[in-house]
């Protein structure tokens, strides 16, 4: 249901995390042989699980518990970047991939408030009944 504003934040984080992958930006250790697998999967976790929370608008309180482990997942995947980036060089320049799931770590808050709000406009919708 795309009217709803938590649906735009939704696909905003999902179109955020899903172009992690994509965005490459420094050369890691050859010690690292994990980071490369571990950044897709846990990118096309979130990715797919933020799709997922878009329609689940008819069981809130399921799509409210998605998001929240949605968060966790864009956060994990920030802190693997960000470990990444020191490993590489903490000199380097090329930190912005590691923005990338930190802002869709701050539209899945904003999503996860505005699940909330509906949640609350219902059950206030039920005791006026």
């Known amino acids: 249901m795309i009217q709803r504003i938590q649906s735009v934040y939704l696909l ?20 690292w042989v994990w980071y490369t697998p571990v950044k897709v999967a846990v990118s096309i976790l979130a990715g797919v699980g933020c799709l997922v929370a878009i329609f689940l608008y008819t069981d809130r309180q399921r799509q409210k518990r998605l998001v929240t482990v949605d968060l966790f997942l864009a956060l994990a995947l920030a802190g ?10 903490a000199g380097s320049s090329d930190l912005w991939p590691s ?15 505005s699940v909330g709000k509906d949640i609350e406009l219902v059950r206030s919708m039920d005791r006026l009944r």
């Open 80 to 89: 693997v970047v960000l470990a990444a980036w020191v490993a590489a060089s």
């Open 12 to 31: 905003l984080a999902a179109l955020l995390v899903l172009a992690v992958p994509v965005a490459g930006g420094f050369v890691t250790p050859d010690s």
């Open 99 to 113: 923005g990338l799931p930190l802002a869709a770590a701050v539209f899945l808050v904003l999503a996860r408030r």
